[in-house]
């Protein structure tokens, strides 16, 4: 099983759909976790940190479910510009530092 | 705005060739990070350094070997460039656990 597992997609949307992606990851001892975005061709980038009580910031809402182990990003309104690929994220440092990487879901927006 | 920087942004190799891709950042982080990326496998770490002189081996570290002299500048070596080589090369730098990591731009390396 891998230690970060996230749908690898792609998904196909229409603009101002709502997209939900998902992310679980297997070590109960991770400390961090975040969502980055990658455009083709360009590095990753943070897009948002994610915390035990749920963040906000603007059309994107990030979940974690400690007990599950389970994260969540939720696009609304998707626009065209939202197109990339989403990188689930999640550190650790049981035993020495970790960062585990998802190995993305791809989103596609259409008009 | 933390700046993280890559030798080159393409580059074309022989098979046996000697590598080198540098990264300098600027934001006097402890933690580097060598990592590749390929279609369908996500990122993969190499190398990661916490300390000036210090290595650490990630999860895909044959072929590769790394130097930190000064804290700022990371180094990835191919010691003798061979095709499966061939990928997307992203340093990474890090504050601290609880923190995000910065990406250079990336190293597009083809091996011939």
């Known amino acids: 099983r891998k230690e970060v597992e996230q749908d690898p997609g792609p998904f196909n949307v229409p603009e101002g759909a709502t997209v939900a992606f998902n992310c679980t990851y297997s070590n109960s001892a991770s400390q961090s976790f975040f969502w980055y975005r990658q455009d083709c061709r360009k590095e990753p980038k943070l897009l948002m940190s994610?915390?035990?009580s749920g963040n906000e910031d603007g059309r994107f809402t990030a979940q974690l479910n400690r007990a599950s182990q389970y994260i969540s990003l939720l696009i609304r309104d998707s626009k065209l510009s939202d197109s990339a690929t989403y990188l689930c994220v999640v550190n650790s440092d049981g035993g020495g530092f970790k960062t585990i990487f998802g190995a993305g879901t791809r989103l596609f927006v259409k008009a | 705005d933390v700046k993280v920087t890559q030798s080159s942004r393409y580059l074309v190799k022989r098979t046996g060739e000697k590598v080198f891709l540098e990264c300098v950042q600027d934001?006097?982080?402890?933690?580097m990070f060598w990592y590749r990326q390929d279609p369908g496998l996500g990122l993969r770490l190499i190398y990661f350094?916490?300390?000036?002189?210090?290595?650490e081996k990630g999860d895909i570290p044959e072929g590769y070997s790394v130097s930190r002299e000064k804290k700022e500048r990371f180094s990835l070596i191919l010691e003798s460039a061979s095709t499966n080589q061939t990928s997307m090369y992203l340093c990474a730098t890090l504050a601290g656990v609880v923190e995000t990591q910065y990406f250079g731009p990336g190293t597009r390396l083809l091996v011939l």
């Open positions: 994610v915390y035990s």
């Open positions: 350094s916490y300390d000036v002189k210090m290595k």
């Open positions: 934001m006097d982080h402890e933690n």
